[in-house]
């Protein structure tokens, strides 16, 4: 195939320019925030060619004094627990429908499907009123509630797809060895599994953390998240740019772990290095 | 004395019956064999007996005891899978131990036994390894392993050499059957390759659609195949069966003739025929040929070397006292 070396380099010419172009265009705004975050809000719009070394911390400085650090913890706890809650349900149950003998998988596999497709707005509304009338708007617990309508099918769906992949005859030479089920389920079936059980976890974490629309809708002052508290930054009068630009660096920083490790377990997940 | 005992054992899923009702026994000690072709429940008998299937209706009993409702891994049995079923994220000693460790055994106890298991399947020096980083052969060792420390009154055994190759298969056959001789305890081995039955069993069960056709050593099933199906299923090559006039004139409406019981010659002979491929082996030659009167092509076996050109006449001959008479219904008839 490759021996007509001419025809290789050309093909490895375009993907390398489509690989630049791609780069260019999702790193660039990041680049340009970065950029921004540094400079004085005065001179923000100004080209930095014109005073490219007038670089500045006092962004930072101003928005440790500001509301956004809280609402960034809110954002942990919500995200957190939601994705926690939503491991201890999903987790057995994507078992149990990869592994029981159960009638109705197929139905079960559709209403995953539906809450996974349907836009958060069609959950919002019935929530928002059901949460005016039980008191939980602007609690934790409510915007925890909300989120696991998004992470638990999430992780439930992916999970069943994991303990699919792990062969049923390592759970039945466990129940050969007299393990219980808890025990199988512990010391075998979730070990074989846990390349897909971290990947799972990272997606519903990131699903929860970049959430706007719930946190919008549910959160007053008391449990803003940090995507809604960038809004804050945007008054009457005039939008903070330097603000935002920190506050979207905090919102990104803590996720670039998360993506690099979820993207090692996803690939390994997918490669079924589950088999024995 | 009785092990195992199967009384009216039924299995059915959803609404089609796998095995009908079926009776077996099965001796201490013994070398039991389960064979059939694909998809004649021979798995299923295995994994009723395991626990790892319900049973429908009947009974089964261990030692005398009704063991139909009794969990798996209380049965006493060890199993070894097809795919060997190894914990991937367990080293090989941890494999081993698992059973023991679900046991509650004590750890040095536990540790000596693992020893002695490794040392027998020639794995001490693997112990630390994962299943990942073992040849299949030693996977299908540690599977062994594992079954072993647990001192079960019984092994089941899954087609455990079908995924090994040829040269391995024949090794671990004759690791397996060292280990019964040591062990000298019951085992149970399903296999759809009647070599391994043959060279294996004390006792052979022939499955066909979930029934049993025949229960016996591994002799008495060649010499004296109780159907058709038998008699076909056991011996490599395939016993010879001639239906017609040929078999009428020996009162049968079938009569079956293993190869190594028909004589060939280029001179004179019961049957004529067109000689067809050989195969020769060395010690043996197969010679296939087309008999005048008899639809298949039969298979003759001559002792050493044979040569004989394709379409050339032919005459065999078969040992009369080694011919199978079957009636209508391809049951045997008794001379």
């Given at each position: 195939?490759?021996?007509?070396s001419?025809?290789?380099?050309?093909?490895?010419?375009?993907?390398?320019?489509?690989?630049?172009?791609?780069?260019v265009?999702?790193?660039?705004?990041?680049?340009?925030?970065?950029?921004?975050?540094?400079?004085?809000?005065?001179?923000?719009?100004?080209?930095?060619?014109?005073?490219?070394?007038?670089?500045?911390?006092?962004?930072?400085?101003?928005?440790?004094?500001?509301d956004?650090?809280?609402?960034?913890?809110?954002?942990?706890?919500?995200?957190?627990?939601?994705?926690?809650?939503?491991?201890?349900?999903?987790?057995?149950?994507?078992?149990?429908?990869?592994?029981?003998?159960?009638?109705?998988?197929?139905?079960?596999?559709?209403?995953?499907l539906?809450?996974?497709?349907?836009?958060?707005?069609?959950?919002?509304?019935?929530?928002?009123?059901?949460?005016?009338?039980?008191?939980?708007?602007?609690?934790?617990?409510?915007?925890?509630?909300?989120?696991?309508?998004?992470?638990?099918?999430?992780?439930?769906?992916?999970?069943?797809?994991?303990f699919?992949q792990?062969?049923d005859?390592?759970?039945?030479?466990?129940?050969?060895?007299?393990?219980?089920?808890?025990?199988?389920?512990?010391?075998?079936a979730?070990?074989?599994?846990?390349?897909?059980?971290?990947?799972?976890?990272?997606?519903?974490?990131?699903?929860?953390?970049?959430?706007?629309?719930y946190?919008?809708?549910?959160?007053?002052?008391?449990?803003?998240?940090?995507?809604?508290?960038?809004?804050?930054?945007?008054?009457?009068?005039?939008?903070?740019?330097?603000?935002?630009?920190?506050?979207?660096?905090a919102?990104?920083?803590?996720?670039?772990?998360?993506?690099?490790?979820?993207?090692?377990?996803?690939?390994?997940?997918?490669?079924?290095?589950?088999?024995? | 004395?009785?092990h195992?005992?199967?009384?009216?054992?039924?299995?059915?899923?959803?609404?089609?019956?796998?095995?009908?009702?079926?009776?077996?026994?099965?001796?201490?000690?013994?070398?039991?064999?389960?064979?059939?072709?694909?998809?004649?429940?021979?798995?299923?008998?295995?994994?009723?007996?395991?626990?790892?299937?319900?049973?429908?209706?009947?009974?089964?009993?261990?030692?005398?005891?009704?063991?139909?409702?009794?969990?798996p891994?209380?049965r006493?049995?060890?199993?070894?899978?097809?795919?060997?079923?190894?914990?991937?994220?367990?080293?090989?000693?941890?494999?081993?131990?698992?059973?023991?460790?679900?046991?509650?055994?004590?750890?040095?106890?536990?540790?000596?036994?693992?020893t002695?298991?490794?040392?027998?399947?020639?794995?001490?020096?693997?112990?630390?390894?994962?299943?990942?980083?073992?040849?299949?052969?030693?996977?299908?060792r540690?599977a062994?392993?594992?079954?072993?420390?647990?001192?079960?009154?019984?092994?089941?055994f899954?087609?455990?050499?079908?995924?090994?190759?040829?040269?391995?298969?024949?090794g671990?056959?004759?690791?397996i059957?060292?280990?019964?001789?040591?062990?000298?305890?019951?085992?149970i081995?399903?296999?759809?390759?009647?070599?391994?039955a043959?060279?294996?069993?004390?006792?052979?069960?022939?499955?066909?659609?979930?029934?049993?056709?025949?229960?016996?050593?591994?002799?008495?099933?060649?010499?004296?195949?109780?159907?058709?199906?038998?008699?076909?299923?056991?011996?490599?090559?395939?016993?010879?069966?001639?239906?017609?006039?040929?078999?009428?004139?020996f009162?049968?409406?079938?009569?079956?003739v293993?190869?190594?019981?028909?004589?060939?010659s280029?001179?004179?002979?019961?049957?004529?025929?067109?000689?067809?491929?050989?195969?020769?082996?060395?010690?043996?030659?197969?010679?296939?040929?087309?008999?005048?009167?008899?639809?298949?092509?039969?298979?003759?076996?001559?002792?050493g070397?044979?040569?004989?050109?394709?379409?050339?006449?032919?005459?065999?001959?078969?040992?009369?006292?080694?011919?199978?008479?079957?009636?209508?219904?391809g049951?045997?008839?008794?001379?």
């Amino acid at each position: 195939m490759i021996d007509n070396s001419r025809q290789f380099h050309n093909r490895r010419r375009f993907g390398l320019a489509m690989m630049i172009t791609l780069l260019v265009f999702a790193a660039l705004p990041t680049v340009w925030v970065l950029v921004l975050s540094f400079r004085a809000p005065v001179a923000i719009f100004e080209p930095i060619w014109e005073s490219p070394t007038a670089l500045t911390l006092q962004n930072f400085y101003k928005i440790t004094r500001s509301d956004f650090p809280a609402a960034l913890l809110n954002s942990f706890i919500t995200a957190g627990l939601s994705t926690t809650f939503a491991m201890l349900v999903g987790v057995p149950a994507g078992f149990a429908l990869a592994k029981a003998r159960l009638s109705g998988k197929f139905i079960a596999s559709w209403v995953l499907l539906l809450l996974r497709m349907a836009p958060p707005v069609g959950f919002v509304i019935p929530l928002f009123l059901l949460y005016a009338n039980s008191g939980l708007i602007d609690t934790y617990l409510g915007l925890v509630f909300a989120y696991m309508t998004l992470t638990l099918p999430l992780v439930t769906w992916s999970m069943w797809n994991s303990f699919a992949q792990v062969p049923d005859e390592l759970i039945e030479a466990a129940i050969m060895d007299d393990a219980s089920l808890a025990k199988a389920f512990f010391l075998i079936a979730l070990p074989a599994a846990r390349p897909g059980a971290v990947a799972a976890a990272i997606l519903a974490f990131l699903v929860a953390w970049n959430d706007f629309f719930y946190a919008l809708i549910i959160t007053r002052s008391g449990t803003t998240t940090a995507p809604v508290a960038v809004m804050n930054f945007i008054s009457y009068d005039s939008v903070d740019w330097a603000s935002i630009a920190v506050a979207s660096i905090a919102l990104t920083l803590p996720i670039l772990p998360l993506m690099a490790l979820a993207n090692r377990y996803i690939v390994q997940s997918l490669s079924g290095a589950v088999k024995g | 004395m009785r092990h195992i005992e199967l009384k009216g054992v039924q299995k059915d899923f959803d609404k089609t019956t796998v095995i009908p009702p079926l009776d077996l026994e099965i001796a201490k000690g013994e070398f039991v064999v389960f064979v059939g072709p694909s998809g004649c429940g021979k798995s299923t008998l295995l994994r009723l007996i395991a626990g790892l299937e319900d049973v429908t209706k009947g009974i089964l009993e261990i030692d005398g005891v009704d063991a139909t409702d009794t969990a798996p891994g209380k049965r006493g049995l060890a199993m070894v899978f097809q795919s060997y079923a190894l914990y991937p994220h367990l080293t090989v000693a941890q494999n081993i131990a698992f059973p023991m460790r679900m046991a509650k055994i004590p750890r040095d106890e536990q540790q000596r036994r693992i020893t002695n298991a490794a040392a027998a399947l020639n794995l001490t020096d693997y112990l630390d390894r994962r299943p990942k980083q073992l040849s299949g052969g030693q996977r299908q060792r540690v599977a062994i392993g594992r079954a072993i420390v647990r001192e079960p009154s019984a092994f089941l055994f899954d087609e455990p050499l079908s995924n090994l190759d040829a040269a391995l298969r024949v090794g671990m056959r004759l690791e397996i059957s060292e280990l019964h001789k040591r062990l000298k305890t019951t085992m149970i081995y399903v296999t759809h390759d009647q070599v391994e039955a043959m060279t294996l069993a004390d006792k052979i069960v022939v499955l066909n659609a979930g029934a049993i056709e025949q229960v016996g050593s591994p002799l008495e099933l060649y010499d004296t195949p109780c159907n058709l199906f038998v008699a076909k299923f056991i011996g490599s090559p395939m016993m010879n069966i001639i239906v017609g006039q040929h078999a009428a004139v020996f009162h049968a409406a079938s009569v079956g003739v293993r190869p190594e019981h028909l004589t060939i010659s280029k001179s004179s002979g019961t049957w004529t025929g067109v000689a067809g491929l050989s195969e020769h082996l060395g010690s043996d030659t197969y010679i296939r040929v087309d008999v005048e009167g008899i639809d298949e092509t039969m298979t003759v076996r001559a002792q050493g070397k044979f040569n004989v050109n394709r379409g050339e006449t032919v005459y065999i001959s078969p040992e009369v006292e080694n011919l199978h008479r079957f009636n209508e219904a391809g049951l045997r008839v008794v001379s």
